[in-house]
Nanobody
């Protein structure tokens, strides 16, 4: 079973920075995409950024130019560098990995989330 563990959340003032990390472990044959989602109170969970197995990246319009997703494939780790944080970035941030087992079955796993709070 694949497990994802996030770290690096916390509280900052507007304009500050945080870096989130997510490490995948367990029964992994290959991981394709790894990404970050967030969910604010009263809002639906939304995609923030994704890094595919081929190295391409996608970002939500709201974070373009401020957030950067990166990946260390050897360590099965994905990062989210968040700069110039704003109050509207306040949310629980979740790591997600799309993976394939040895038999070729696709699945996905979620981390438990990391709270990011940005004050004005």
């Amino acid at each position: 079973q694949v497990q994802l563990v996030e770290s690096g959340g916390g509280s900052v003032q507007a304009g500050g920075s945080l870096r989130l990390s997510c490490v995948a472990s367990g029964s992994i044959f290959v991981i394709n995409a790894m990404g970050w989602y967030r969910q604010a109170p009263g809002k639906e969970r939304e995609l923030v950024a994704v890094n595919t197995g081929g190295g391409s990246t996608r970002y939500a319009d709201s974070v373009k130019g401020r957030f950067t997703i990166s990946r260390d494939n050897a360590e099965n780790t994905v990062y989210l560098q968040m700069n110039n944080l704003q109050p509207e970035d306040t949310a629980v941030y979740y790591c997600k990995a799309d993976h394939v087992n040895a038999g070729g079955a696709r699945n996905h796993s979620w981390g438990r989330g990391a709270q990011v709070t940005v004050s004005s």
